[in-house]
């Protein structure tokens, strides 16, 4: 069984930080970590993920050059940084790990239950 437990949502106004952060525990392996969100009225979508031991990152297209996403193996714990933040990043952000979920999921079916980044224009 995994656990995802995911912090650092607040509001913010535009153009500030956030760092998410996600605690994993159990048999999270090799997995791929990642983060997705769903902004309201608005389906679920990719974000970030990082993968492989040399730590393979991929992006959204609207996140790159302002997100980073990184993970200490020790702590395994997934961060995402999130820099020069827009309204439109919205949304309840999501940790994932895993590796027999859907392609839409880049295979990660574990979950946490989200945290919410509001930001202010």
């Known amino acids: 069984q995994v656990r995802l437990v995911e912090s650092g949502g607040g509001l913010v106004q535009a153009g500030g930080s956030l760092r998410l952060s996600c605690a994993a525990s159990g048999r999270t392996g090799s997995y791929a970590m990642g983060w997705f969100r769903q902004a309201p009225g608005k389906e679920r979508e990719f974000v970030a993920r990082i993968r492989g031991s040399v730590g393979l990152k991929n992006y959204a297209d609207s996140v790159k050059g302002r997100f980073t996403i990184s993970r200490d193996n020790a702590k395994n714990t997934v961060y995402l940084q999130m820099n020069s933040l827009k309204p439109e990043d919205t949304a309840i952000y999501y940790c994932?790990?895993?590796?027999?979920?859907?392609?839409?999921?880049?295979?990660?079916?574990?979950w946490g239950e989200g945290t919410l980044v509001t930001v202010s224009s």
């Open positions: 994932a790990t895993g590796e027999y979920g859907s392609s839409a999921n880049y295979g990660m079916d574990y």
